[in-house]
């Protein structure tokens, strides 16, 4: 469910009024997924390529990387509190 909740995420982002940033689509996969009770943790990285220095932001769930490729937490240095500021939202019964 988290991964199809990934890419429907992903279409939308593609078809929306707005540029939808990578961190704006972990955000919302994010809330869906925790809306659903799952553990989701948004994690937001950076790296360097060419000298110049990049940010990407992408949704884990226990660990596995949900909408991105696997290896994509090996590519940036990933901040790892930031999950912990973010708002808990309220279950769906």
């Known amino acids: 469910?988290?991964?199809r909740l990934g890419q429907l995420v992903s279409i939308a982002s593609r078809h929306g009024p707005y540029a939808a940033t990578c961190l704006?689509?972990?955000l919302a996969l994010s809330w869906l997924l925790r809306r659903r009770?799952?553990?989701a943790e948004v994690r937001v990285g950076v790296g360097?390529?060419?000298g110049r220095v990049l940010a990407h932001a992408?949704?884990?769930l226990e660990g596995k990387v949900?909408?991105?490729h696997p290896a994509i937490a090996a590519e940036y240095a990933a901040y790892r509190e930031l999950d912990r500021s973010l708002p808990r939202p309220h279950r769906i019964s």
């Open 66 to 68: 949900i909408n991105d």
């Open 58 to 60: 992408w949704v884990e």
């Open 37 to 39: 009770g799952l553990p």
């Open 48 to 50: 360097k390529n060419d």
């Open 1 to 3: 469910m988290a991964v």
């Open 24 to 26: 704006r689509q972990s």
